[in-house]
């Protein structure tokens, strides 16, 4: 609705720098000495495939915008990359279609409510409200264009392989224990379909859903993700533009309104800045101009955020002056004139 105003004002950013890479990578691997040990919070265990994983494993990763990388501890470690895939997906489906028809069919005010909410869809007249929730998300799946279920899925895949810079593969086993136990989404799907939010047949768009969900990611793969959106939606690694810069802004507005769901305010509050979680234990933390944090561990507090991963990326918002909302005062002698 402010587009219209300001289109023809040229945009400007002024966003710092990060300290030296000495620095940050001795900070990073001091935040993984520091929670390594923490043992709050428990493994997802609603998708019993996800019951299975090592509450031990802990990885960081930090990509700078200029390419630079840094990891610790478990950072090259597999795992399903679940709802952050919503993240992305959503801004495939943006670059493609624009901005306003996405904002019109999904929304992007939280909905305060839990990710898997029916009531939310309920109580707003079928709008999804969001994209980083499960109906926001199936809606902006179904949205994906294509001329057969199989090539809507090449898409999907083909472009978070973009983002991540490398071919991206499905966890097979992931994808049955999901599609075996999916029974929310299939009656997220249907209520979708009966306000006239979804297209198509909504299994289908389930499926498709399900399928990117499954796709399998590492903590080093979701910070080459969010320093693509950090940089304008061109890859630090492969100089791959993946998406427009406009595209990229809108996305972390998105997730830094509804990207850790009810938590999201006081997430923003503690951390500031754009973030997104998923339930296998990742988070991707985005610094616009500068890079991402990639996090992975799989012990979850209750509303479904990696513990670890949370005191990590917070740690680090602190020491590297990540904070978005965080300034010194502005020092002038010359006094007001």
């Known amino acids: 609705m402010f587009e219209s105003d300001v289109s023809e004002v040229e945009q400007r950013a002024s966003t710092g720098a990060l300290p030296g890479w000495s620095q940050v990578d001795e900070l990073l691997h001091e935040a993984h000495r520091r929670y390594a040990g923490l043992d709050e919070g428990t493994v997802a265990d609603y998708i019993p495939v996800l019951a299975e994983a090592d509450p031990s494993l802990f990885g960081l990763s930090l990509v700078e915008t200029d390419g630079g990388a840094h990891h610790a501890g478990d950072a090259q470690t597999a795992?399903?990359?679940?709802?952050?895939?919503?993240?992305?997906?959503?801004?495939?489906?943006?670059?493609?279609?624009?901005?306003?028809?996405?904002?019109?069919?999904?929304?992007?005010?939280?909905?305060?409510?839990?990710?898997?909410?029916?009531?939310?869809?309920?109580?707003?007249?079928?709008?999804?409200?969001?994209?980083?929730?499960n109906a926001g998300a199936i809606a902006t799946t179904g949205l994906v264009a294509g001329g057969s279920l199989e090539e809507r899925w090449e898409r999907i895949r083909s472009g978070l392989s973009r983002f991540a810079g490398r071919e991206l593969a499905l966890d097979h086993e992931v994808l049955r224990s999901e599609s075996e136990t999916n029974h929310r989404n299939q009656a997220i799907a249907r209520l979708l379909q009966s306000y006239g939010r979804l297209d198509d047949d909504p299994a289908d768009v389930v499926d498709l859903y399900t399928r990117q969900c499954s796709l399998a990611v590492t903590a080093e793969d979701l910070a080459v993700m969010g320093a693509t959106l950090a940089d304008g939606g061109v890859n630090?690694?492969?100089?791959?533009q993946v998406v427009s810069a406009e595209v990229s802004r809108d996305t972390l507005a998105v997730l830094a309104s509804c990207g850790m769901y009810e938590r999201s305010g006081e997430w923003?509050?503690?951390?500031?800045?754009?973030?997104?979680?998923?339930?296998?234990?990742?988070?991707?933390?985005?610094?616009?101009?500068?890079?991402?944090?990639?996090?992975?561990?799989?012990?979850?507090?209750?509303a479904g955020n990696s513990v670890r991963g949370q005191r990590a990326c917070a740690f680090l918002s602190r020491a590297l002056g990540l904070n978005l909302f965080a300034s010194l005062a502005h020092s002038n002698s010359g006094g007001a004139s």
Not at 79 to 103: N, P, R, T, W, Y
Not at 282 to 297: D, E, Q, R, S, T
């Open 79 to 133: 795992f399903s990359i679940q709802s952050i895939s919503k993240a992305f997906v959503f801004a495939l489906v943006c670059d493609e279609i624009g901005h306003e028809l996405v904002h019109e069919r999904v929304g992007v005010n939280n909905t305060g409510l839990p990710f898997n909410s029916v009531i939310a869809l309920e109580l707003n007249d079928g709008s999804p409200m969001n994209p980083m929730v």
């Open 268 to 302: 923003l509050y503690e951390i500031g800045l754009p973030a997104k979680s998923g339930v296998t234990g990742g988070i991707v933390a985005i610094v616009p101009g500068k890079g991402a944090i990639g996090a992975y561990a799989p012990r979850l507090d209750p």
């Open 236 to 240: 630090p690694i492969t100089g791959d």
